[in-house]
């Protein structure tokens, strides 16, 4: 095969798996890793996709860029509010009393359905909800059975939510039960990530203050990988999402031990 055919292959191959791993397509081709970095190369000038550590995807996975809430709000949502109900309804089974919801339009979701009810514990007694996210703070504000802490910091526009380290020290003095956790990348090597460094900061806190850490993600962001890396799935307990992920991502969550809800 001549390589202007196998690179026209790749291309539509990366369209329409989002990505693709160097060493698969070595052995697709039987030609070398250094073939492939330069097909991959190639095509990377010619934009037909970008190159990532280990292979590449697609251009539109970019790292540093980040749809604003509103537009995010309006992106997948059977899916959300099939994730979000899912969430809920684990929320209330376990009879949690202490609750990290983090920003993202997911965890927005989620609040909608705890404002709309008595999110108290079956003995009666309130729980806490924490949040640094401003948009669910207004959700939650006068809901019943909670009471709300909300974490304060810069507040960043593109999320609403506050960023940086007074945000990020406030959850590493806390422990509470659960922490339910939105994501923009969900990668079985590069983990989770996100594209803003202080957002990253905070998200990482909060991973690490909770007893128990869920990961809202819908399928959509399986195999992406955004700028900054906040937490590998070893640190997870659960995802609940709405498609099985399949493949390599399927074996790593595994492998961590990571308990996969369906919504």
């Not at 919801?101 to 979701?109: N, R």
């Not at 108290?120 to 909800?129: E, M, N, P």
């Not at 809901?143 to 609403?160: E, N």
Request: aromatic share 4%; net charge negative.
């Amino acid at each position: 095969m001549f390589a202007e055919e196998r690179r026209a292959e790749i291309a539509k191959l990366v369209s329409s798996a989002r990505r693709v791993n160097g060493a698969d397509l070595a052995r697709r081709y039987d030609v070398t890793m250094e073939t492939v970095r330069r097909d991959l190369a190639a095509l990377e000038v010619d934009g037909k996709l970008r190159r990532v550590h280990g292979g590449a995807v697609t251009v539109e996975q970019s790292t540093a860029t980040e749809s604003s809430i509103e537009l995010r709000q309006g992106v997948n949502t059977p899916e959300k509010r099939r994730i979000a109900a899912r969430a809920y309804r684990l929320l209330r089974e376990s009879d949690v009393s202490a609750v990290i919801l983090d920003a993202g339009s997911t965890t927005e979701i989620l609040a909608d359905l705890i404002a709309a009810s008595d999110f108290s514990l079956k003995s009666g007694s309130d729980r806490l909800i924490i949040t640094h996210a401003l948009h669910i703070a207004v959700k939650l504000a006068e809901a019943d059975g909670i009471v709300l802490d909300l974490v304060g910091g810069q507040l960043r526009k593109m999320t609403w939510a506050a960023v940086g380290t007074r945000a990020a020290e406030h959850f590493s003095s806390i422990r509470p039960d659960i922490a339910l956790i939105g994501v923009n990348g969900l990668d079985e090597e590069f983990g989770l990530s996100t594209p803003g460094l202080n957002e990253a900061i905070v998200k990482t806190a909060i991973v690490r203050s909770a007893r128990r850490v869920v990961l809202l993600c819908d399928s959509a962001k399986f195999g992406r990988e955004s700028l900054v890396r906040f937490a590998g799935l070893q640190d997870l307990d659960a995802i609940i999402t709405d498609k099985a992920p399949e493949g390599s991502l399927a074996e790593a969550l595994e492998e961590a031990n990571v308990e996969v809800l369906i919504a």
